[in-house]
Structures are given as C-alpha cells and as structure tokens.
C-alpha cells in the first residue's frame, strides 16, 4: 500500500526497512509503522541563501502535509542524534494518552467545569479526614473510643460489625485503651488492612444472613461517606475532617492539562500569583524582548487589553494585589477600589455612582491617583457621589454638600452648598478647617 504510494522507506517498531524487501509483521502484536517521507540535510550556510530557504520552506510544507494526512494528525521528526519529537494536530499525544479539547478561554477558569480541577472543583482546598480527630486515646474501642461511631456501638451495624470482625482476626484487643494499642494496631484501624473479611449478621427481616467485606480503614470510610451522604450526614463527618490544599492541583484551582499550557513558560496560575505591579511591568518590558514578531503581531492586541485593566487597578492604589487574591480576604475599601477599577473599564456614562469613603486605608501618594481615576469616571460623563472626610478629595469635589452641624442627632440638615472658594468663605465646620481659620489641635485631642 505504502508502496504504490510512491514511498520507499518505512520504520517499524524502530527499525528501518526497505519497502522492497519482505517485512515480517506478527499479525496478533500490536506494530508501530512508521513511513520515511522525506530525509533533508543542509549545511548552516544554506540556510543564509534565500533561495534555498523558499525551497527548504515548500518541501517542508510538502512533507508535513503528506504526513497529517496519512495518519490522521501527526508527525515524527527525527533530527540525527536527537530523541524524535512528535506532533499532533489535535492536542492529543498517542502515547501518553492525554487528548485536550480546542483551546478556548473558558478552559482557564476554575468557575467552569471544562477547566476546575476535578477533585476540589475548582476550589483549590479539600475536605480530608484528620485521623488526630477520630480516636480518644483514654478509651477501648468497646467504650466508644472510635469518636465517629461510639454511637452507633451499640446498633450493631454492618460496619460496626466488619470492624470487630476485623479486630478479632488481626488481634487488636475491643477493651483495651486506644492509647495501650500499638501503632500497627492502630495504622490497621485508621487505613485498613485491604482484607475481606466474612461477617455474620441478621438482614431487616431478623435472617441470619453473611457478607463478605474488605475493611479499608475509618478514614476512607469516612471520606466515601463524605462524598456520598446527605448534607446532614455530611456536616456530622466534617467535624472530623479539616481543609486541606487540594493534592491534585496544588491549590492551583484547574485541570493539570489547562495548568501545561504555557506562554514564555508560565501558566496562568503562575501569572495570577503574581502582583499587579510585577505584571505591570513583566507586560511591558520583558515580555516583548522573549517572543519573535510574529508572536508580537498575536500577542500585541492582547497584551494592550491586559495592560488596560493592570493600569485601572493600578489607578485606585491596588498595585499590591496579586490577581489570583480570593474576594473574601479584601478589606471593604479594596473592594469598593476594585469594583470602581472595573467602572471606569466598562466605560459606562450617565450613572451616579455612589461612593462611601473611597479614600479610606489608602497611602497619601494613592490618593491622587484615586482621585485622578475618579475624575476619569466623571469625564467619561458619569456623575460620582462621594461621602468624604479626606481633605484632598474633599478639595477636589466639583460642588460640596456639608450635612451637619454636628453628628448623629444633631447633624442631618444641609448647611453648606457650593464650590471650593465658596465654602472658605462659609461659617460651617468644613470651610473653617479648609481656609484654616480652625485648626486640628493634636494635643487636645484624647
Ligand atoms: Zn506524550
Ligand atoms: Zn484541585
């Protein structure tokens, strides 16, 4: 077949044949065939000649499409002295056996099922059973010093049934203390002993009946029970479990083959690790310097998005987060930071946004970039309500509104309304401070 297609090399298992000469294939093993298409060499300054390399460039084109075709997507390369290398066209390797779906963004978030890790899905911690929870060291197993099950001694269920059965046969002693038991005896209780053991018993309808049980430990059994119980069951077992880094992921949050996919070597778990800062500038300096220009026609327009959103969080101060930083771990004034970042992004106007003391545990040097980022929401035809004490922000306020006179109670009634130069000139609390008629008295203070 390989010959009336015109080729007169094959490779099998290895080992290189002519195709004229006689091949002996054991049909019932498996064979890995292999077709020589083409075989190029060239010496380094042929490589300088532009002719050459137009020629090199079609042969080669030649060649590898030939080749996709013949075994449906792949290609070997053996360079002389080297280990061959092996391409496919579809994201799958026949020898490893590993096959990715098309790459597309989703693949990338551990909030979709197609990219969350498959044992914590996608939340980078796990449940796992602590065995320092499930024994009292001062009791025998018959007083109840299994914590799990102590209630259930008396029930004589299968499974307490299975683990006397076990202890019988291996000698573990049901009345002596836990803490008397040996370490054998007690790895045998907490992992198992991969043993089935026959155990007797009476089914619901009071028949003696026999099952024959393998005993793998309280802590998978724990764990099965986790996993297949009702949510009532399941926070009974939780009290003996702690949160644990997933061991599949690392904590990384996504599948191992989205986790190989790699750009100047880093994935994306890598880059999210990093801060906005590290990003900021690894975007716009290194990055460029290690991809070749047709990678930087690909990447330019992306790179250009990315270093947009970088600079929004960057504006209101958050240069120190790192992108992979959970929601639940930012302050409030993080937070509100973020979601104005995300504001001046989406490029909405007509809104009235809002704002509750933006400024609060921001750095003096951050204030007025906040400020800037704010003026940048306005601008864009937006219309922005600050509650403020900062004096900074407050000097910034195209027109100022004090409720007061004083807090609580006391307070509530407008009593200035108006520009900067208005409200220096103005008796209320505010424009005294800010013409500094009054001043703070630090000492006074409690
Ligand atoms: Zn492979
Ligand atoms: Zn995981």
Redesign the pocket.
């Known amino acids: 077949m390989f010959q009336a297609k015109g080729f007169e090399k094959v490779v099998v298992d290895g080992k290189e044949f002519t195709l004229s000469e006689e091949i002996d294939l054991i049909k019932t093993n498996k064979h890995t065939v292999e077709v020589i298409i083409d075989k190029i060499s060239c010496r380094h300054k042929d490589l300088k000649n532009d002719v050459f390399q137009a020629n090199l460039r079609s042969r080669l084109n030649v060649a590898v499409e030939q080749s996709l075709n013949l075994s449906d997507g792949l290609v070997t390369l053996r360079v002389s002295g080297k280990k061959s290398l092996?391409f496919s066209e579809k994201f799958s390797?026949p020898?490893?056996n590993?096959s990715l779906p098309e790459i597309e963004p989703r693949m990338f978030s551990f909030n979709s099922p197609i990219g969350a890790c498959e044992k914590c899905h996608g939340i980078g911690m796990i449940y796992k059973v602590d065995p320092s929870l499930l024994l009292n060291p001062n009791l025998s197993i018959n007083e109840g010093g299994v914590i799990p099950f102590n209630r259930f001694f008396f029930h004589e269920t299968w499974y307490i049934r299975l683990l006397k059965k076990m202890a019988q046969e291996e000698g573990i002693d049901l009345n002596t203390a836990i803490k008397n038991l040996t370490q054998r005896e007690i790895n045998l209780l907490l992992y198992g002993t991969g043993n089935v053991y026959q155990v007797l018993g009476k089914n619901r309808f009071g028949k003696t009946t026999v099952i024959y049980e393998r005993f793998d430990g309280l802590i998978n059994e724990l764990e099965r029970r986790y996993f297949e119980s009702s949510n009532e069951q399941v926070s009974e077992i939780q009290k003996y479990m702690k949160e644990v880094v997933c061991d599949s992921c690392g904590g990384k949050r996504l599948k191992k083959e989205v986790l190989s996919i790699t750009i100047d070597g880093l994935n994306i778990a890598t880059i999210c690790n990093k801060s906005v800062k590290e990003l900021k500038d690894y975007y716009q300096n290194q990055f460029f310097q290690k991809i070749n220009p047709y990678e930087k026609i690909i990447a330019m327009p992306i790179v250009k998005e990315i270093l947009n959103r970088l600079n929004f969080l960057d504006s209101v101060g958050l240069s120190y987060l790192t992108i992979s930083r959970t929601a639940k771990t930012l302050s409030g004034g993080e937070a509100q930071r973020i979601r104005l970042a995300s504001q001046i992004g989406s490029g909405l106007t007509g809104v009235l946004y809002v704002l509750d003391e933006p400024s609060i545990g921001l750095h003096p040097k951050d204030i007025s970039a906040l400020i800037n980022s704010l003026f940048k929401l306005r601008d864009l035809g937006n219309t922005l309500l600050v509650v403020e004490h900062d004096e900074e922000t407050i000097k910034a306020a195209d027109h100022l509104i004090e409720l007061g006179p004083k807090a609580g109670k006391d307070g509530g009634r407008v009593v200035f309304e108006g520009d900067l130069s208005a409200i220096k000139k103005s008796n209320c609390l505010t424009g005294l401070f800010l013409s500094g008629k009054e001043k703070i008295d630090f000492e006074k203070r409690p």
């Open positions: 092996l390797c020898n490893c590993i």
